[in-house]
């Protein structure tokens, strides 16, 4: 709020000026009395007023010493969730030149305080994590295009090699999706591949279950497998040789861990009650 509008500096100012308008009007009446006793009562108004405006001088400075004390407030900085949780470092928090813990108070010293939060090491980890993922979507794609037939891949180089991108406009929208797959980029293979499945002539059986191959290879690489067995099903009972291969793998079951042996636990061995008393009884002789 602008000072000159607030509302206490307003009255205090008109509470200075009506003390110095009585000092004045005082002191014409001083110089103006007749006789003693006029005098002496001028003087009791004066010292009166005298009085109020000194206490009102100590009040303001009482009050402007008091609201000089601030209160160092702390600052508590908490994260939901915790970077911890999800496998990321803590964000790196500065204050006038000093790391502090994540979940530690920070005592804010002015008016003017700035607390810098760095997040350099996270985006490095998630950049790591990223490029890790697209490693294991490279891969998977070019997988995937070994599992088929030899003429897929042919067919992808040649048009490359011929300048003829299948993902232009009037494209072969299977040999795209391939394509996109190949390189990892397995989103837009999905999408692309569900329009080829769809767009896919019924007198071309053979494009249909290429499409319903690269759609299942997907569904693997994202861990769903009962659909990726329900698409690859359709593209083997069409013909799709690699989808077969890709079945018979997802229908052998998870190696399980051979039993140990339990090991006897040999008992020592205790003598016959009759040899035993045998040998008690001391011989006599």
């Not at 602008?2 to 003390?19: E, K, M, N, S, W």
């Not at 006793?37 to 001088?57: C, D, F, H, P, T």
């Not at 490029?131 to 042919?154: D, T, V």
Request: with cysteine.
């Amino acid at each position: 709020m602008d000072p000159i509008a607030d509302p206490q500096t307003i009255l205090a100012a008109g509470a200075y000026g009506t003390a110095l308008l009585f000092f004045a009007y005082g002191a014409y009446a001083l110089l103006k009395t007749k006789n003693a006793e006029q005098n002496k009562n001028v003087r009791w108004y004066l010292g009166i007023g005298a009085v109020v405006v000194v206490s009102m001088i100590g009040f303001d400075t009482l009050k402007s010493w008091r609201s000089g004390e601030r209160v160092v407030p702390n600052v508590f900085l908490t994260f939901s969730p915790r970077f911890a949780a999800v496998n990321l470092p803590d964000p790196v928090i500065e204050y006038r030149g000093r790391t502090q813990a994540a979940n530690a108070p920070i005592q804010v010293a002015d008016n003017n305080s700035s607390i810098n939060i760095s997040v350099d090491s996270i985006i490095e980890k998630v950049k790591g994590l990223q490029q890790n993922n697209q490693q294991l979507q490279n891969a998977l794609g070019s997988a995937a295009l070994a599992s088929q037939p030899k003429e897929l891949a042919e067919q992808i180089a040649a048009a490359d090699s011929a300048g003829h991108d299948p993902c232009a406009g009037g494209g072969d929208a299977t040999l795209c999706g391939w394509k996109q797959l190949s390189n990892g980029e397995l989103a837009s293979a999905q999408a692309t591949l569900t329009e080829a499945v769809k767009a896919a002539p019924v007198g071309d059986p053979k494009a249909k279950a290429t499409a319903l191959s690269g759609l299942g290879e997907i569904y693997v690489g994202q861990g769903r497998i009962d659909e990726a067995k329900v698409v690859l099903k359709r593209a083997a009972d069409l013909g799709n040789a690699g989808a077969k291969k890709r079945l018979d793998t997802l229908a052998v079951p998870p190696k399980a861990a051979p039993m140990r042996p339990l090991t006897p636990v040999l008992q020592p061995e205790r003598p016959n009650l009759r040899e035993r008393s045998a040998r008690e009884v001391p011989a006599r002789g």
